[in-house]
């Protein structure tokens, strides 16, 4: 599953109002990953030189977004990317899915957003460090 995210660059007031402006992502051993984006880019503040788009990263993604100007002799600027898209997976399945409190086990169950797919459990328990599911004062990944 792909991830999409706003991504931003400064190439300055000089470079405002530029049509030509696009990106390129650049995996980590250097090859390049897909063609030169244009579309979909534009300027965040009319003269400010500072461009903003909407960039999808592949699961396996891990390098950087290397933007240019796209001048006959362009300015470049770049931003690494680390891959964090099962860090935000894992968040996303977290806050978008179903909690369950198990009672029996003293445990919360994370679901995905399908609502049947566990992501996570995490033990419950009182102030004292007993097992609990009333006054909960503590959870632990399980």
């Known amino acids: 599953m792909s991830i999409l995210l706003l991504k931003n660059v400064n190439f300055g007031s000089g470079k405002s109002g530029l049509s ?3 990106y390129r992502l650049i995996h980590t051993n250097g090859s390049v990953s897909g063609s030169r984006v244009t579309t979909n880019i534009g300027e965040i503040l009319a003269g400010s030189g500072l461009y903003s788009a909407s960039v999808y990263f592949a699961d396996n993604f891990s390098g950087s977004i290397v933007w240019d100007t796209g001048e006959s002799s362009p300015a470049f600027a770049t931003e690494e990317y680390n891959g964090i898209n099962e860090k935000v997976e894992f968040i996303r399945d977290i806050e978008g899915g179903r909690w369950k409190i ?12 399908n609502n049947t797919s566990e992501v996570a459990r995490f033990g419950l328990s009182g102030s004292s460090g007993t097992p609990q599911v009333s006054n909960v004062f ?3 990944r399980n």
Not at 103 to 113: A, D, R
Request: no cysteine.
């Open 102 to 113: 198990d009672s029996t086990t003293k445990e919360m169950i994370f679901f995905k957003q």
């Open 138 to 140: 503590e959870r632990n």
């Open 20 to 22: 030509t402006v696009g």
